[in-house]
């Protein structure tokens, strides 16, 4: 009896300690878009050139007052690949939800009509502290339809402040393959003027560095960018699939003295995190050689079903933010501690809400941003109009870690915390002795419990 009241306060207090601290920033039923009139709005839809239940958001970036969204053309009629909202502007249409977006950097830019189009299918941006916008252009469109291939994929940098583009990078012959599709990025940009910019390309698993100072681009390779053949197992919503996706979520730390930083990543089809010193990426000969092969170091496994999605890192507390999928889940860990299942933290969790959490990101006000979009619904099955389908949650970086391994703990916890596990091993050996004996154990363990319930761990 003891053995069940202790199993039912444990589980008590474990899911106690889950925060769920992000808030509903914007929700959407449908994407929609603001074309200059109604009427321009209304002509697009009569000529397919705008199909709201095609339009899906999966990155995000905030910066400045903007908060842009990528999105793809998956299928045809999404009439903008990359806009953005004010975060300023508290208006609401009529069912209360938040505003529609405004293409960038404009309505031409999205023109698939031009004979060299700027923008065609990009899945995820980064605003650099430069002032600089970097969009990871795919340059293809209709994947779950007529597949279109319009060029090479290419980098295109915008100047945030006037949206013009600055320089577009189209990347040579050799540096993507057949299958290749680049959906993230990450920017090492401590020297504004040497700025390197990594991609990665899930669909033939490859790292492409790209330079800013000398405007060259060159592919890296290595074992640890493939897919794991045991982690294609997805069960989402009750969808239950199958991918074989490579190299994905790509996150920065801090430069350390050497001036580099670590780049973390891992594969989508992996429970596996890894990491390797950007001075031997940015090293153009030898991280095209096959020598670097040892440079590449394994953190460690998250665990079963926690093939993990984009990640982000704060710079400030050294904090790494991950999705889960397959766990409807956002995660952390505190780079300053060693990879294991202690060190790391549930943020939030929901099988209503969090369907799917494609991007997350932490701006420059230290706020941590996660969107969840139900990708599995609408690849496999269909999206529901009347529904909430899209939602971009929000919360400062202190309240999102609060109560977890990834909170920075500022006092030390009372010794009967500290000492909360010899309490429960001194009962496995209560089996002989008196019930009040017992009964007085319980009672400790419930008013342990209750100060764990109480204090930040």
Same mark, same amino acid.
């Given at each position: 009896?003891?053995?069940?009241?202790?199993?039912?306060? +444990?589980?008590?207090?474990? %899911?106690?300690?889950?925060?769920?601290? #992000?808030?509903?920033?914007?929700?959407?039923?449908?994407?929609?878009?603001?074309?200059?009139?109604?009427?321009?709005?209304?002509?697009?839809?009569?000529?397919?050139?705008?199909?709201?239940?095609?339009?899906?958001?999966?990155?995000?970036?905030?910066?400045?007052?903007?908060?842009?969204?990528?999105?793809?053309?998956?299928?045809? *009629?999404?009439?903008?690949? +990359?806009?953005?909202?004010?975060?300023?502007?508290?208006?609401?249409?009529?069912?209360?939800?938040?505003?529609?977006?405004?293409?960038?950097?404009?309505?031409?830019?999205?023109?698939?009509? &031009?004979?060299?189009?700027?923008?065609? %299918?990009?899945?995820?941006?980064?605003?650099?502290?430069?002032?600089?916008?970097? /969009?990871?252009?795919?340059?293809?469109?209709?994947?779950?339809?007529?597949?279109?291939?319009?060029?090479?994929?290419?980098?295109?940098?915008?100047?945030?402040?006037?949206?013009?583009?600055?320089?577009?990078? /189209?990347?040579?012959?050799?540096?993507?393959?057949?299958?290749?599709?680049?959906?993230?990025?990450?920017?090492?940009?401590?020297?504004? &003027?040497?700025?390197?910019?990594?991609?990665?390309?899930? @669909?033939?698993?490859?790292?492409?560095?790209?330079?800013?100072?000398?405007?060259?681009?060159?592919?890296?390779?290595?074992?640890?960018?493939?897919?794991?053949?045991?982690?294609?197992?997805?069960?989402?919503?009750?969808?239950?699939?199958?991918?074989?996706?490579?190299?994905?979520? #790509?996150?920065?730390?801090?430069?350390?003295?050497? @001036?580099?930083?670590?780049?973390?990543?891992?594969?989508?089809?992996?429970?596996?995190?890894?990491?390797?010193?950007?001075?031997?990426?940015?090293?153009?000969?030898?991280?095209?050689?096959? &020598?670097?092969?040892?440079?590449?170091?394994?953190?460690?496994?998250? @665990?079963?079903?926690?093939?993990?999605?984009?990640?982000?890192?704060?710079?400030?507390? *050294?904090?790494?933010?991950?999705?889960?999928?397959? #766990?409807?889940?956002?995660?952390?860990?505190?780079?300053?501690?060693?990879?294991?299942?202690?060190?790391?933290?549930?943020?939030?969790?929901?099988?209503?809400?969090?369907?799917?959490?494609?991007?997350?990101?932490?701006?420059?006000?230290?706020?941590?941003?996660? #969107? %969840?979009?139900?990708?599995?619904?609408?690849?496999?099955?269909?999206?529901?109009? *009347?529904?909430?389908?899209?939602?971009?949650?929000?919360?400062?970086?202190?309240?999102? /870690?609060?109560?977890?391994?990834?909170?920075?703990?500022?006092?030390?916890?009372?010794?009967?915390?500290?000492?909360?596990?010899?309490?429960?091993?001194?009962?496995?050996?209560?089996?002989?002795?008196? *019930?009040?004996?017992?009964?007085?154990?319980?009672?400790?363990?419930?008013? %342990?419990?209750?100060?764990?319930?109480?204090?930040?761990?």
């Amino acid at each position: 009896m003891l053995s069940a009241n202790l199993g039912l306060l +444990l589980l008590w207090a474990l %899911s106690a300690l889950g925060n769920d601290n #992000l808030r509903v920033a914007y929700e959407w039923r449908e994407m929609d878009f603001k074309y200059d009139t109604d009427d321009l709005r209304w002509t697009a839809i009569e000529r397919g050139a705008f199909k709201p239940a095609n339009v899906i958001p999966f990155g995000l970036e905030v910066a400045g007052h903007r908060l842009f969204i990528t999105t793809p053309r998956w299928r045809s *009629g999404v009439p903008a690949s +990359l806009a953005y909202l004010d975060l300023n502007d508290t208006s609401s249409d009529q069912f209360g939800l938040k505003p529609a977006l405004k293409p960038f950097p404009s309505w031409q830019a999205h023109s698939l009509q &031009e004979a060299e189009p700027e923008l065609v %299918s990009p899945f995820r941006v980064r605003a650099d502290r430069c002032g600089r916008l970097w /969009v990871l252009d795919s340059r293809i469109s209709g994947i779950l339809e007529q597949t279109k291939i319009y060029g090479a994929p290419q980098l295109l940098v915008y100047d945030l402040h006037n949206d013009d583009l600055l320089r577009r990078h /189209v990347l040579p012959e050799g540096q993507f393959k057949q299958g290749s599709l680049f959906a993230n990025l990450a920017v090492e940009d401590a020297d504004c &003027e040497n700025t390197y910019v990594y991609a990665a390309d899930l @669909g033939s698993p490859g790292l492409v560095v790209y330079s800013w100072r000398d405007q060259e681009s060159w592919r890296v390779q290595h074992h640890f960018f493939h897919p794991d053949p045991l982690a294609g197992n997805f069960s989402i919503n009750g969808i239950e699939f199958q991918w074989d996706d490579g190299l994905y979520g #790509l996150a920065l730390s801090k430069p350390m003295e050497s @001036g580099y930083s670590t780049l973390y990543f891992h594969p989508l089809c992996s429970t596996m995190e890894f990491s390797v010193d950007t001075g031997i990426l940015r090293n153009k000969s030898l991280s095209t050689s096959p &020598e670097i092969y040892r440079e590449f170091k394994v953190l460690g496994s998250r @665990g079963p079903n926690t093939q993990a999605g984009a990640e982000f890192l704060d710079p400030e507390t *050294g904090v790494l933010f991950y999705t889960l999928p397959n #766990l409807n889940e956002v995660a952390c860990w505190r780079t300053a501690t060693d990879f294991t299942h202690n060190s790391q933290s549930r943020i939030y969790m929901s099988n209503d809400t969090m369907i799917f959490p494609s991007d997350i990101k932490v701006d420059d006000q230290k706020r941590l941003w996660v #969107l %969840s979009n139900q990708l599995p619904v609408f690849i496999y099955d269909e999206l529901y109009p *009347g529904s909430i389908n899209f939602r971009i949650f929000t919360a400062s970086v202190s309240d999102a /870690v609060k109560n977890t391994a990834c909170e920075i703990r500022t006092s030390p916890l009372p010794d009967v915390i500290n000492r909360f596990a010899d309490i429960l091993n001194t009962n496995i050996n209560l089996k002989s002795n008196s *019930g009040a004996s017992l009964m007085g154990v319980s009672s400790l363990l419930v008013i %342990s419990l209750a100060l764990l319930m109480g204090l930040r761990l």
